[in-house]
């Protein structure tokens, strides 16, 4: 009897593994909004294949926002950790899953931003600086805040274009692929965010 059972627990190793591989293929070929719904039920292969899929755009995304890897890679765990506490939330009938959880990363990151804001640094001694002139900085720090402040009159379905491609590092085929929309919708959306920000930034000569 022991061997029986021993010959059919060593037949079912093979099965257990063509279901792990069946079920890693099907999440491979899940939408996002179906990944999200199952990370609603603590589906924690759901979750790991939403982190493999954007991690790299979210971090790219907390990169832009503070500036430092270190801070930007813990932001990144806190977006995703944000993701599956709030996977819940989620209705597919307002909306695709990767806005979702696009939208779901970035207020982590902000909200993150304020309960740790940039440490004081401490004053350096008075040396002759070997960097850029103060005027050089302070004019590059103006044209950022111009750049900023011009995003914010983007439409929002504009202003994840521009922040994914030029500040996230995406391509545009990854931005589509992101967002889940044609590459031709992200082509001709990026065109004209691009020149609402050239009229925008023109006006404040």
Known sequence: MDVVLRLASAARLPQRARAASMRQVSDADATDATLIERVAGRDRDAFEELY????????GLALRRLGDRG???????????????SAGSFDRTRGGGAPWL???ARN?????LRRRPDPTVAEPPEIPSKGPDPGASAEAA???????????????????LIELAYFSGLSQS??????????G??????????A?????LEGEV
């Open 196 to 200: 609402r920000l050239a009229d925008e």
């Open 185 to 194: 919708t992200v082509k001709t959306r990026t065109r004209a965010a691009l």
């Open 174 to 183: 990854e931005v589509a692929s992101f967002l889940r929309i044609p590459l």
């Open 52 to 59: 493999r899929r954007y991690a790299r755009a979210v971090l």
């Open 102 to 104: 696009y939208a779901v």
């Open 142 to 160: 103006w044209i950022a805040w111009r750049v900023h402040r011009a995003l914010a009159t983007l439409p929002e379905h504009e202003r994840q």
């Open 108 to 112: 982590a990151i902000v909200d993150g």
């Open 71 to 85: 801070r930007a890679e813990d932001a990144t765990q806190e977006a995703f950790a944000a993701v599956w506490r």
